[in-house]
Nanobody
Framework: VQLQAYGGGLVQAGGSLRLSCVAS????????MGWFRQAPGKEREFVAA????????GYVDSVKGRFTISGDNGKNTVYLQMNNLTPADTAVYYC????????????????????WGKGTQVTVSS
């Protein structure tokens, strides 16, 4: 599976961005998806994840209520809607995928994912 993430950019604090991640695999509908981010000098951290059924999703505490992950299996795409952005959200954002036989399960550890996109830069100015 090849993943292409895009939609990053420069935004002022309080603004919004929507990241998209397009997968090449036709059987994308059986892949659980996740978003991770890495800020300069910091380790990659989990941001959000969604089961391939779309029924279950999880978020890191720092983005709950501000970010929403969703998927469109018909378009092989997963989205990350980011609202009320703060400078602390500045990072390179990566999407990740893994095959899952568990339709209602999502994964929060980077080690659980076998496929990664190249990342898209999000910069939030104060």
């Amino acid at each position: 599976v090849q993943l292409q993430a895009y939609g990053g950019g420069l935004v002022q604090a309080g603004g919004s961005l929507r990241l998209s991640c397009v997968a090449s695999e036709r059987t994308f509908s059986t892949y659980a998806m996740g978003w991770f981010r890495q800020a300069p000098g910091k380790e990659r951290e989990f941001v959000a994840a969604i089961s391939w059924s779309g029924v279950s999703a999880g978020y890191v505490d720092s983005v709950k209520g501000r970010f929403t992950i969703s998927g469109d299996n018909g378009k092989n795409t997963v989205y990350l809607q980011m609202n009320n952005l703060t400078p602390a959200d500045t990072a390179v954002y990566y999407c990740a995928a893994r095959y899952s036989s568990r339709g209602n399960f999502y994964y929060t550890s980077a080690m659980d994912y076998g496929y990664w996109g190249k990342g898209t830069q999000v910069t939030v100015s104060s």
